[in-house]
Structure formats: structure tokens, C-alpha cells
């Protein structure tokens, strides 16, 4: 079956440490998205890829940082420079852009710092 | 402050009562999908309005874009367990055909 798959579900981290979420899909679509979630508050983009060797900046990319050096991979690393790790994170997928159709939604991982 | 409006927060609801959720902007919608989520899990398609007026129904649930594309609205009918959830609206207002701006959620409870 085709989907997008997030590992680890939850995670557990030490201030200070740098820790990387994956994210991969076998949907063949060239765009990859990385979503952070707080609670009370809507999905904010951290990253995005629309193709592969390729990624630009969303919303709050500021102590994060991705790659794309395979279609089907997208992880995202939570470097210490975060000053609020703590979250839900959401990485998902589409054929292009939004206006070709809707995107594609991994399971999330959550990570806690402790 | 967000650029997409949901109400109500959250609601609790009688089983086999109706319930409506409105998703609302300052912007032009370019194009409104609305999503489900369980809690701790991942997002699930529902649907998605670009034209204004265009109304889409699947099962109970009926979703529509007003006629000036900036409200919608997400209608069930008849609800059951199964509708419980975080539902979310998320809108294409123009800005970057690679940026899908949500809403904050609406927390559904279904009360047998």
C-alpha cells in the first residue's frame, strides 16, 4: 500500500542534543512537506521540498534543517538551536503543488524534550 | 494572529444530532480542504472546495465554499462515535502554491 511513513512515533531528547525525524513515501510525489503542530494552535511549515536535491524555507524554519537527496526521503533534523523543540511534527507529500490536489499526512511523531 | 478563523474551538454533541463547523479568512480562498484528525495521529483527507458555491458531500458529512470564497463550512448529519475528532481546515489563499495555511482545529465530541 502506498503512504507516508514517520519514524520514530515518539521520541525523547536531551536539551542540547540534535535529533532527526524521517519521513518516507513510496507515493512517487515530488513534493515533501514538514508541518509542526502545538496544541490550541494550527499546522505552521517548517520546510518544504517541491522536488528532489531541492528545499526552501516555511514559516518557522529557524533551528531546524531538512534534505531532499532522495524522492522519496525528507528528513528533518531538530538541531539544538531550537529554543522550543517540544511538539507534534507532521511530514507530508503531493504530486505538486497545493492546486494539483490535496496533501498526503504521515502518521506525526512526537518528541519531547526533556 | 491566524489566517484562517475555525469555530466553534470545540463541541460536544448528542448522537444523532447535526453539527456545523466554519472555517473562515480575510483572503480570497484559492482552494479549502478540510481534514480529520484522531488525536496523536496523522491527518486524513476529507475534502476540497475551489469553486465559490461549490458544495461536496461524502457520506454525512457535506462541506461547502461560500459564494465570495471566504467562508466555509462542514456539516454532519446524524452524528455518530465514528465523527468524533479534530477537524481542520486548511486554504490555499495565493500566497505560494506550496503553502497550505490551517486552521487552529475544532475538537468534536460525540455523546451516546
Known amino acids: 500500500d502506498g503512504g507516508i511513513t514517520q519514524s520514530p512515533k515518539y521520541l525523547f531528547r536531551k536539551e542540547g542534543q540534535n535529533v532527526t525525524l524521517s519521513c518516507e513515501q513510496n507515493?512517487?510525489?515530488?513534493?515533501m512537506y514538514w508541518y509542526r503542530q502545538d496544541p490550541g494552535q494550527g499546522l505552521r511549515l517548517i520546510y518544504y521540498?517541491?522536488?528532489?536535491?531541492?528545499?526552501q524555507k516555511g514559516d518557522i524554519a529557524e533551528g531546524y534543517s531538512v534534505s531532499r537527496e532522495k524522492k522519496e526521503s525528507f528528513p528533518l533534523t531538530v538541531t539544538s538551536a531550537q529554543k522550543n523543540p517540544t511538539a507534534f511534527y507532521l511530514c507530508?507529500?503531493?504530486?505538486?503543488?497545493?492546486?494539483?490536489?490535496?496533501?498526503?499526512f504521515g502518521e506525526g511523531s512526537r518528541l519531547t524534550v526533556l | 494572529s491566524q489566517e484562517l478563523e475555525q469555530s466553534p474551538q470545540s463541541l460536544i454533541v448528542q448522537e444523532g444530532k447535526n453539527l456545523t463547523i466554519n472555517c473562515t479568512s480575510s483572503?480570497?480562498?484559492?482552494?479549502l480542504y478540510w481534514y480529520k484528525q484522531k488525536y496523536g495521529e496523522g491527518l486524513i483527507f476529507l475534502m476540497m472546495?475551489?469553486?465559490?458555491?461549490e458544495e461536496k458531500s461524502h457520506e454525512k458529512i457535506t462541506a461547502k465554499l461560500d459564494e465570495k470564497k471566504q467562508q466555509s463550512s462542514l456539516h454532519i448529519t446524524a452524528s455518530q462515535p465514528s465523527h468524533a475528532g479534530i477537524y481542520l481546515c486548511?486554504?490555499?489563499?495565493?500566497?505560494?502554491?506550496?503553502?497550505?495555511?490551517f486552521g487552529a482545529g475544532t475538537t468534536v465530541t460525540v455523546r451516546a
Open positions: 521540498s517541491q522536488i528532489v536535491n531541492d528545499f
Open positions: 483572503k480570497t480562498l484559492y482552494g
Open positions: 507530508a507529500s503531493s504530486t505538486g503543488g497545493i492546486s494539483s490536489g490535496e496533501l498526503f
Open positions: 486548511g486554504a490555499d489563499i495565493g500566497s505560494n502554491d506550496y503553502k497550505l495555511s
Open positions: 472546495l475551489q469553486k465559490g458555491g
Open positions: 507515493l512517487n510525489h515530488d513534493a
